[in-house]
Structures are given as C-alpha cells and as structure tokens.
C-alpha cells in the first residue's frame, strides 16, 4: 500500500523523468597479488549505475572502472547489454568516463542527461535506483552541508554534498546517479545507515572532469604540492609571529618540483590567501555561496592546470604575492595507488624484487600502518630521506623463494637494496641493466639496509634456477617498464 | 569430609616414593629436607609507569625458597620482586619470619634471601645442588602451590633440556629443563630434586600447553651464585654481534671459503659493545675458545650442539672470550674482554627502580623502555625504529635516553598539544637532547629564552610554550592533577 502511494508521488512529480539517462553498469576487476606479483587475484564484480551523456558516454566512479577487466553495460530492464571500455579516469577525484567498445547499441534509444546548474546547501538532491524488475527507485534528500570528501583513494579530497536520506538495498547501488530538477547534480559513492547521510561527489568536480577530457587528453586536477599545520595554537602564533587573530597556514613541508616549489613558497612560510580568499587558522575559507570549505578546494575545484593564481604567504614575518603557475606534479617515490597497473617485478634466482608502492604496505592487511615492516612504513612518512639519494623509486627485497641459489637467504623480507655491483639502483628497470653484466668471479653482489647488509648470488646457479622457475609454470621472470628520460 | 581428604589421599599415593614417605612422617625427630623448604609470603608495591609520580600498586603473592646455605634461602625474582615486605613460614609452623632480599638477578630470575634472625632455622639441612638429570629420569618439584596450605610435592620426568626464554625479564634466554609435572602458581621458586640433591628451581609453567613445568637448571643457578661471590650482581654478559649463517654456496665463495670450512659470518658489531674495534662486519667466525663454530654458529659440547653463546653465558664480567677468526682471507685471534652493557636493558622490563620522568608545564616526559612500552601503547613509526634499533645500530650514542612525551594533561596552556603526544623528542631550542636530565635541565634554565621550543622526530613542527607561563601552569596542573614531585632523574 506505501508503495502505491510512493509510486503516485513519483508520477506527480513535475520535473522531468530523469530515469531514461540511467544505465547499469556491472564491473569485474581483478588486481594483482602484492605477494606474487606475477599472478593476479580472484576476479570480484561490483554494480552500479551511470548516467549516459552526449556522444554515448556514461559517467561513474571510478571505484567502478579500477582495475577492471571486464565492463559491461545494461538496459534498466536488464534486456540487453553492451561491452564498454574507460575513456578517461581520475583515482583521486573518483570518476570515470565511460563508453561502449563498439556498437552503441541500446545507448542510442535513450536520453542522454543534463548537467545541473550548481547546487548548495539546503538544495534538494533525488538519487535513482533500480530494481530487478525494472522498476525505479526515487530517494529525496537535502544536502546538510558542503565539504572536501575522500571517496575512493584514502589521499584525494574533493568538494562533495553531505545529504540527509533514507536509502534502501537495491539492485546496481554501489554506484548511483544524484539529480536535482531532473538534471544531473553528482555521483553518490556511499550511504551510512546509521546516520542516514551519503557522500556525493558534486556536480562542480563533474564538470572539471568532463571539461579536461574535451580535448580527448584527460590531465587531471592540480595540486599545490606542499603539506600544512594548522596554527590555532596561540603560543606557536606568538612564535610564528602572527597577529593573535587572524588566520593562516604554516606550510611544513614543500613537495620538490611541485607548483609551489617552482613558485619559491619555502617549508615554514605561512600561507595566508589563496585567489584572494582569506585562509583561516584550521585552513578554512568562506565560499560566497558554499559555505565553509576547506582550502584545497580552491586549487583543485576552483582551478586548473596552467593556470596561474595568486597566493599570498607570509615569508620570514613579510607578507608576499605571488604568481603561481599551476604546474604537473612530479611522479612521487611512492605512488598513492596501483590501480590498472600490473606490478613491475624482478626475479632472480628466487630473490623476488618489486618497487615499494603504497599498495605494496597496504597489503599486509587492515592493520598495515602497525604490522607493516618499519624501514618500509619510514620511507612513507619520510620520502625526501630517501629521493636525496637520487632514487626514482626504491627497489625493495620483498621476498625469497627457496631455490638451490639461496640457501640460507630463506627468512629475509623487506629489505631495501640500496646497491648492486657497486652500482647504486634508481628503480627496477635499471636493476635488471645491472644485473645483465656479470661480475668477473661470477656472483653478484646485492647491499641492502638491513642484516645481513650484503646477498651474494651465483649467476650460473640463479641462471639455472630461473629456467626451473619458467618451467614450473611461472609465466615471467620479470614485468618491467620503459624509463622515460 | 574426612572421607574425601582420604580418597584424595590415596589417589596421590602412587607418586610417592616409600622414602619419601618416611620423611613426611610427622614423628620423625630430626628435620627432613622437605623441612629445608619454606613458604616466602612477599608484599609488592609496584609502580605505575602511566602516573610515575604515584605510588604505585600495593599488592601481596606467595611463592616458595628453600635454604642452601647458612642463612641463604634461594627462590625466583619474580617472587620477590618489588618487594616491601618478606615474610618466611617453616613447614608445620605458622609463625613468621621477616627476611629481606640479598642479592636478585631478573635476567635468570633468581634470587637469595635472608632471615633477620636465623636462629630458628639453624637445625635445617642445607639442601646440596646436583648436576643436570639425563632425559626420562623422574624428578620431584616441591613447593607450596595454590590449592592448599601444606607443602605439596609433585612428580614427573626430564623431557626436554634447551635453551629458552625466561620469561620475568622477557627478554633474556638460557638453559631450562622441561618436566611433565606441572607448575603452579605458588611452585616458583621451589626446588626440584632427584636423588636427594637439587637439580633446579621450577619457575613457570606454559599457557598454551598441559602439564608442562619449566625448572632453572644447576649451571644458572651456580652462575648466579659465583655472580655474587663479590657481594654483587653483574648480569649475564654478551658479545654484542649478530651472526648470519654461511649456507649459501656463493655467499661462501664471496667470502673465499672452502666447501668444508666451518665458521660463522659476523653481520652486525654493536657499537661500543664488547666486540666493538676487535670483530668487524664481514669476520668469519672459526673457533671460540678453542671450540669450533659450524655455519650456522653452534659449538659442540659433549654430545649435544649449542650455540656459540653458551661459552659466553657462563663467564663473568673481565673474563676473556678468544676467537679463531677470517678477515680478509687471513686467519687472526681476537680477544674479547667481557663487560657488562647497560643500553640493552632496555628490553627487559625492570624492577625495584622508580619511573624516572619529569612534569614541564602539563607536559610529561618519560624515557622509553619496556615497561613505559607496556604500559603506553605507542604506535609512532619513528618510535618504534629508534626503539628496535638502539643496541644495534648503536643510536644509544645519540640517544641515551629515548624521551617521550607520554602525556599532555588537559589545561588551557596545553589545549592544541595532544598532536605531540607519543613521539620521541629531539630538540629543545636547538639543543639536542639526549637523555632525560638534560632535558629537564633544558627547561628549568635560570634565565628561560622567551618560548621554549621543543622538536619532535618526525614532527613537523615544533612544540611552542611560552616562558612567561610556565611557573603558573606549571603550579595550577600540578595541583589540579596531583602531582606532589615535579620529576625523578635518577
């Protein structure tokens, strides 16, 4: 009987029937194994939905693109379906462009979407679902509040609605589309049941996405390049020497050849505006029609790459403007993710060796900040230690398979190999050059950071072992990329 | 109810030797060697490392000691540690004796006390130490464990010897023997007997598995005693290296050895420790003391295979280690002289020691050790490497001292500094710090700089407090938490 009247709402509804622009999107993905690189995991499927723009793109998040091996799209009756690839994707900001690989099949009987003007706080959202049958779901809410939210990777914060709702289980809702008056508004990306409030990506960070793959290359968002503290502390003002009111943020530290770098902003300059907006102590500002947001926003939502904007600092007690350019940031040691990237590896008579990656800690488990070995989880928190040495990326020992060449070697792990030869090591490509050359009395010499600081192998013998390994039945001794110069 | 007592009785019965039961005869006139063995009543005050300015626990146990001596009653550390009180009962008496502790040694968990007035206990037999029982030979444990108030005697056989941890210090491994017969608590600290003669004090049990008893062997105990000969303890020594096994073929050739050749790769030299200057990373190991070492870094004593240490463990401090030695693929002889290493005791937990911290201004510091680890869980990455690398790779030099900030008491001084808590100190106004005096010194200056600015590892930014306000928080915190002593450096 609810349903009936819930249905009658929905028919007297005024807006514009936004269901025809709904597709259902079913993933499969498959990641590798940290511990065995050279084999993946098992396949696991998520469902969502998307929203089908101009030119038969669909837009969804990218939780529902990464490392995905299979794509399929399929009617909101679940009749026909259709096999799609990803045209552009950002891990950080949680979208993923869409498109049919092929035909476009049942994507041209329907409407494609509108995008909304943008909305705030007190706006009313309605997020669509869909039910086995077909039949669609229409949720109301109104967005609490307007904030910086992390959706997918743990690292990237975007401008998003916090909306009060009253979700339900459904069919395809890892993923759902968010509409306001019918148009497109933003992806919703979860719901906590408790509170009853969703995360949704706004339609601010949509159109940037969409904007920067007009031109088919798609760059993703600017970053300033540098971490901050806040300077509520009235004591570290005084010290800082910054009026007692007031706001400002002491920058602490300053990503090498990132925008602010090139600009000459410096570890323990205090940022003070931000495109002429006013940062506050705890790193707010005021957005005339947002509300409060975090300062990021203003150059990752507000702005984008090439762009130059002025920011004002306060240098050594002077207060100072500058120009700057929003530039590429540079490939940090540690990357944030591995997604839909296969693992380089290197094996050489059963020394298993891989790059160190935030994934690679990841992996040992729920509690890997804790369980994580330490010399690992320091390169994390302290990578400038380690890029001084002229590393790209740091060639870790993360495993020894019991072979005749390393006897004896059988419990080192997590060694960081700090040379090979002599020859210091900047990542695994170059590891695999040195490795080409043999030493003249046969055995390389491997130096690491940890006991027992130095591994010997036999060539012949590791050689000989390597050939056992193809015919066990692991498909490569290595995976290994181009160095760009 | 008698009735059950004489069931139980004779359930028990069959364990006990015919001689043994002579002996528990109540009519025997002259003390038997069962009389030799007492109850030690022990009251504890143990301190709080979360609030070192309190007093700590007051708490009470009981465990077992028997006399091998004129006034030498022998038990476990653990049974009179952190003790206040030492109260000693005879077999069938009730009366109390008072008794202090003599000489303790945590690292062995061994102990010797002695009465206030030995008179009573003259008649006694002395109880004689034996030498180590062979496999499957049966042995008696005699104590006085939970589950009644008379002296209980358990049996069971040898069914191991090894070299294992001990748990009192946790951090410290020597040779036990493993009984079937289980140890209680109440056991500790009694003696086990074969033959008439003590071949070790039983002092724990397992968790994980069933009539399991661990006894401290005759050559600890002897150790312990020769240790104290000089009217001092000076715990067991150690090289101060790490080993690596030579197994791999070609790190054997690396290092110019024969197929056949023995000996061991030294892989690590602790830094000021006693082998520092006279082994270096790389050594190959041939002989100690004349004994060869195999590649994995054992010696042979008598039928058994031992690690190397085992010649170590029974020397003293000044006693002298040789090597056998490769370096550079010239045989050498190096001479250790042995020494004691205080910096490694900060894996083991202590005992009768006040915490020692020092309250800034609601800040407090505190150095780490095991028992500040145990009692705080600390989860900072840096803290945690400084704390497993500072023996070996000798960060003791720069830190003698690990201080941390352990807590930050809630005032309007101290409300933007929780972000601090739980990391390791480095600087205070540029001034490295390296132990905890001089860092209570840093911030009790006579003429205080206008903000004391205290650096964190790995913090980005520094801790501010202005001088100006630290006399009056210092005064309202104090007060308002209940801190009566503003610090304890020693």
Redesign the interface.
């Known amino acids: 009987m609810k349903r009936f009247i819930f249905y009658l709402l929905l028919i007297g509804s005024t807006f514009a029937e936004p269901g025809d622009s709904v597709v259902r999107i079913n993933s499969t993905l498959q990641n590798y194994n940290a511990a065995q690189p050279w084999e993946k995991n098992p396949p696991r499927t998520r469902k969502g939905l998307g929203v089908l723009l101009p030119e038969h793109q669909i837009l969804t998040t990218a939780a529902m693109a990464a490392d995905a091996i299979y794509i399929e799209l399929k009617s909101a009756d679940n009749t026909l379906n259709l096999p799609a690839k990803v045209v552009a994707i950002d891990y950080e900001a949680n979208l993923a462009l869409l498109a049919p690989d092929g035909d476009a099949g049942f994507l041209s009987d329907l409407e494609p979407a509108k995008l909304s003007e943008p909305v705030k706080p007190g706006s009313e959202l309605s997020f669509y679902q869909l039910e086995n049958n077909a039949e669609s779901l229409e949720t109301r809410g109104v967005i609490r509040s307007m904030e910086l939210l992390s959706t997918f990777v743990p690292t990237g914060y975007f401008l998003g609605y916090v909306v009060k709702a009253s979700m339900q289980t459904s069919d395809n809702s890892f993923t759902l589309p968010a509409f306001h008056k019918g148009q497109l508004a933003g992806i919703l990306t979860s719901y906590n049941s408790k509170d009853q409030l969703c995360d949704v990506i706004s339609i601010d960070i949509v159109k940037a996405f969409l904007k920067d793959n007009e031109d088919g290359s798609y760059q993703g968002f600017p970053r300033l390049g540098v ?1 901050t ?2 300077t ?2 009235p ?2 003002r ?2 800082l020497k910054l009026p007692e009111d007031g706001g400002g943020l ?1 920058i ?2 300053v990503l090498p050849s990132g925008s602010a770098a090139k600009a000459g902003i410096e570890k323990g300059d205090v940022l003070l505006t931000v495109s002429g907006f006013q940062i506050d102590r705890r790193g707010y500002y005021t957005h005339p029609d947002y509300g409060t947001l975090f300062w990021p926003h203003l150059i990752k939502g507000a702005s984008v790459l090439g762009q130059k904007i002025p920011i004002e600092i306060l240098h050594q007690g002077t207060p100072k403007t500058l120009e700057v350019e929003l530039v590429e940031s540079p490939e940090p040691l540690l990357q944030d993710h591995g997604y839909d990237q296969a693992p380089p590896f290197l094996i050489k008579g059963g020394l298993v060796f891989q790059e160190l990656s935030r994934g690679y800690l990841e992996a040992f488990g729920k509690d890997w ?2 369980r994580a070995p ?2 690992l ?2 390169v994390l ?2 990578p400038e230690d380690y890029e001084k040495q002229g590393r790209r990326r740091l060639v870790i020992l993360t495993r020894v398979i019991a072979t005749e ?5 059988d419990r080192l792990s997590s060694q960081i190999i700090t040379s090979v030869n002599g020859q210091s090591i900047a990542g695994l490509p170059e590891l695999a050059e040195v490795f080409k050359s043999t030493p003249s ?1 046969g ?1 390389h ?1 491997i130096e690491t950071d940890r ?8 060539e012949v ?1 590791a050689d000989k072992v390597d050939a056992d390994f193809i015919q066990r039945g692991l498909p490569s001794l290595s995976r290994l990329y181009e160095v760009s110069q | 109810m008698r009735i059950l007592t004489r069931l139980l009785f004779a359930v028990f019965l069959p364990h006990v030797s015919l001689a043994q039961l002579q002996e528990l005869n109540p009519v025997t006139q002259k003390p038997s060697l069962y009389d030799s063995v007492v109850k030690i009543e022990v009251a504890t005050q143990s301190p709080d490392y979360r609030t070192p300015w309190n007093s700590g626990r007051f708490q009470g146990g009981t465990g077992t000691g028997f006399l091998i001596g004129p006034n030498q009653i022998l038990t476990n550390a653990h049974v009179v540690s952190n003790a206040r009180r030492v109260l000693i009962t005879q077999r069938g008496s009730s009366q109390k004796h008072v008794a202090r502790v003599k000489h303790i040694a945590h690292d062995c968990d061994l102990a010797l006390v002695e009465l206030q007035y030995f008179g009573p206990f003259e008649d006694l037999q002395h109880m004689e130490l034996g030498g180590m029982p062979s496999l499957e030979s049966r042995v008696s444990a005699i104590g006085y464990p939970v589950g009644g108030e008379r002296l209980s005697v358990t049996q069971g056989v040898v069914s191991r010897i090894d070299f294992s941890s001990y748990s009192h210090s946790r951090a410290d491994s020597h040779l036990v023997i493993q009984i079937d017969a289980a140890i209680n608590p109440g056991n500790s600290g009694g003696p086990v007997i074969q033959d008439g003669k003590v071949i070790g004090v039983a002092f724990q049990g397992n968790n994980q598995a069933d009539n399991v008893g661990y006894i401290i062997p005759t050559p600890v105990v002897n150790r312990f005693l020769k240790d104290i000969e000089d009217g001092s303890y000076d715990h067991y020594m150690d090289l101060g290296i790490t080993p690596f096994p030579l197994f791999n073929p070609a790190m054997r050739s690396a290092v110019k050895m024969t197929e056949s050749a023995k000996g061991v790769l030294v892989a690590n030299v602790v830094p000021e420790g006693p082998a520092d200057g006279l082994l270096e990373r790389g050594d190959i190991l041939l002989s100690i003391d004349d004994n060869p070492i195999d590649s994995a870094g054992n010696i042979r004593i008598g039928t058994e295979f031992v690690d190397m240490n085992e010649i170590v463990e029974r020397k003293f401090a000044g006693d002298k280690v040789t090597f056998q030695l490769m370096r550079d693929g010239k045989e050498m002889t190096q001479e250790i002289t042995l020494k004691a290493f205080p910096y490694s005791r900060i894996y083991s937990i202590r005992y009768e020691e006040k915490p020692r911290y020092t309250f800034f201004a609601g800040l407090v510091f505190q150095p780490l050790d095991l028992n500040l680890f145990a009692s705080f869980s600390f989860e900072n990455q840096r803290l945690r490497q400084l704390f497993t690398d500072y023996v070996s790779e000798g960060l003791f030099r720069k830190h003698e001292d690990i201080v941390v900030l352990t807590r930050v008491e809630n005032d309007r001084l101290t409300t933007h500094m929780d972000k601090f808590r739980g990391l390791v100190v480095e600087q205070v106004n540029g001034e490295k710090i390296k132990n905890l005096r001089q860092l209570h010194e840093c911030l009790n200056q006579e003429n205080p700089p206008e903000f004391y600015e205290i650096r964190f590892s790995g913090a980005a930014v520094p801790l501010i407090i202005p001088s100006a306000e630290v006399a009056s928080a210092q005064a309202r915190i104090s007060a308002k938490v209940g801190i009566t002593k503003p610090s304890q450096l020693d």
Do not use: M, Q, V
């Open positions: 971490g503290t806040t509520e502390d004591h570290f005084s010290w002491y602490s530290r900040t804790k330490l010399n989880l320091d928190s302290n060449a390393t006897i004896g070697y009395n055995i010499t006991i027992p600081y130095k591994i010997f192998l036999d013998l």
